[in-house]
């Protein structure tokens, strides 16, 4: 089966770093993506992990530990705009699918 | 625009009508996919296309019915649907292996079964 938990909501402060944790369980696993989704719009590409490591992409960074389980994505110097939901997807290589996780609701306050 | 359009944005349907749910894109991806985003619930893949050709259907049931006529188009007919339908229906494209640049979605239509 497939399995990804990501915490339902977070909130931070304009300026600060803030990190947002997936595990998941899943078979034939080859890579996690992360999606960033703002109220009633498409959800957006951020990143791509399939190798242990940092991945950094301006503000925005994601890390994945393919023998834990474990991805996070890292937000730093926060913007209002950055208020949205992040969603957290595994990546099925056999059947070319993508799982998500329920999203965090990231909330920035000034 | 992220260059997947869906129509209709918004749609209201009674449990005995039919309808379609319209997906297009030119980015020259040739695999599409349904999802359904419901309240508080994860993103549900319920169809995957692959060069036309239907690769995964999640145990969805019979009264949505997919349609790809072709790489860039694909439709989501709706007949004798239920309350709990109601939904955002969201599709996206993406190459054959989805990794290759990720999905790109589309915004959703709307769904609202009366």
């Known amino acids: 089966g497939q399995n990804i938990d990501q915490p339902t909501e977070m909130t931070a402060t304009e300026g600060a770093i803030v990190q947002i944790n997936c595990t998941y369980q899943t078979s034939g696993f080859n890579g996690l993506f992360w999606y960033q989704q703002h109220a009633g719009e498409a959800p957006t590409f951020l990143s791509y992990n399939v190798l242990d490591g940092l991945e950094e992409k301006g503000r925005f960074s994601s890390f994945l530990s393919r023998s834990k389980g474990y991805s996070y994505l890292l937000l730093k110097e926060l913007q209002m705009k950055d208020s949205a939901s992040y969603l957290c997807?595994?990546?099925?290589?056999?059947?070319?699918?993508?799982?998500f996780g329920g999203g965090t609701r990231l909330m920035v306050k000034p | 625009e992220t260059g997947v359009t869906q129509t209709p944005r918004h749609l209201v349907m009674g449990m005995t009508n039919k309808k379609s749910l319209k997906c297009e894109q030119h980015l020259g991806h040739n695999a599409m996919y349904w999802y359904k985003q419901s309240a508080k619930k994860p993103l549900e893949l319920m169809f995957v296309?692959?060069?036309?050709?239907?690769?995964e259907n999640n145990s969805v049931p019979s009264r949505f019915s997919p349609e790809c006529p072709n790489s860039s188009h694909l439709f989501l007919h709706l007949h004798t649907l239920q309350p709990e339908d109601s939904a955002l229906y969201l599709c996206a494209s993406s190459q054959p292996k989805g990794t290759v640049g990720g999905y790109t979605f589309g915004s959703g239509t709307r769904l609202t079964v009366v």
């Open positions: 997807a595994a990546y099925n290589n056999a059947g070319n699918m993508l799982t």
């Open positions: 296309y692959n060069f036309k050709e239907q690769t």
